[in-house]
């Protein structure tokens, strides 16, 4: 199927899904809650409205940007895991992203939700889970090489020089990338040890959380948000920071790099 037809039957099946996803009430914070494990959810979990995005087991209900099936050169099931396989040669753009991009994406978009995962790094690897993703705006852009959303950025802060760059840290993990950096309460694991990650996000607001301390905090639609825009990669972008039932993606940054535990919970 080709990508402008799989993009009209996609926005149809959205309002299908959309419609029976009612919104939760109350529900966990956060920070609460046992955490799962790579085969399934816990009862309290489950009672709060989680379900399982990635099963342990295959790639049911993920696929490749711009693809019908996953880009299995660079992914893999992994004991229970979702490894980013390393690139080794494979050509790249200026900022680093393969030109043959193998960003791993949800085949279902979502709108208010909180998602949580955990990460592990290798030395130096460089990823990002990125959400409010449009399939169409990342296909498009002539300036693209890779997903357009927003990242939570998945980074060796210590090995990889894309710590240094940006501004005030703001391309550090667990930081809105090139936006907002995580604050000093962030606290990460070291390279090797598995991280667990958090994105909060309902209608205008977003938060980030690692290790079940919130580090990143925004509003859409202010002044902060604006100013903060127009300084970062994402100024040129028409409709980047636009709100939408976006898919959820695992950025290919031709680093070796595992997820596992992959959950949502509508809002």
């Avoid at 959309?18 to 959810?41: E, F, K, R, V, Y």
């Avoid at 079940?212 to 994402?234: I, W």
Wanted: hydrophobic share 40%; net charge neutral.
């Amino acid at each position: 199927m080709n990508i402008a037809r799989r993009l009209v039957i996609g926005v149809a099946l959205t309002g299908l899904v959309g419609a029976g996803c009612a919104t939760q009430g109350g529900g966990m914070s956060p920070s609460a809650g046992a955490s799962g494990t790579a085969a399934g959810l816990s009862a309290a979990e489950q009672a709060a409205g989680w379900r399982m995005l990635f099963n342990g087991r295959d790639f049911t209900g993920w696929r490749g940007l711009g693809r019908d099936t996953v880009p299995t050169a660079h992914w893999r099931i992994e004991d229970g895991t979702i490894h980013k396989l390393p690139s080794g040669n494979v050509p790249v753009a200026r900022d680093g992203q393969p030109l043959a991009g193998g960003d791993l994406m949800t085949t279902e978009t979502f709108g208010d939700f909180e998602l949580a995962f955990e990460f592990k790094l290798t030395p130096g690897a460089n990823s990002g889970v990125k959400y409010n993703v449009s399939e169409q705006m990342s296909m498009t852009n002539p300036t693209a090489t890779a997903a357009l959303g927003f990242e939570y950025q998945v980074l060796d802060d210590e090995g990889h020089p894309d710590a240094k760059a940006g501004i005030g840290g703001n391309r550090t993990t667990a930081g809105l990338y090139d936006l907002i950096a995580p604050s000093s309460q962030k606290r990460m694991r070291p390279i090797g040890e598995w991280n667990e990650g958090r994105i909060v996000f309902r209608g205008n607001h977003a938060e980030h959380w690692l290790n079940g301390v919130k580090v990143v905090e925004y509003d859409l639609g202010t002044s902060r948000m604006a100013a903060l825009l127009a300084a970062s990669k994402y100024a040129p972008i028409n409709g980047f920071a636009d709100r939408r039932r976006g898919h959820i993606v695992l950025q290919d940054h031709n680093d070796s790099v595992w997820y596992r535990n992959i959950k949502i919970r509508p809002l």
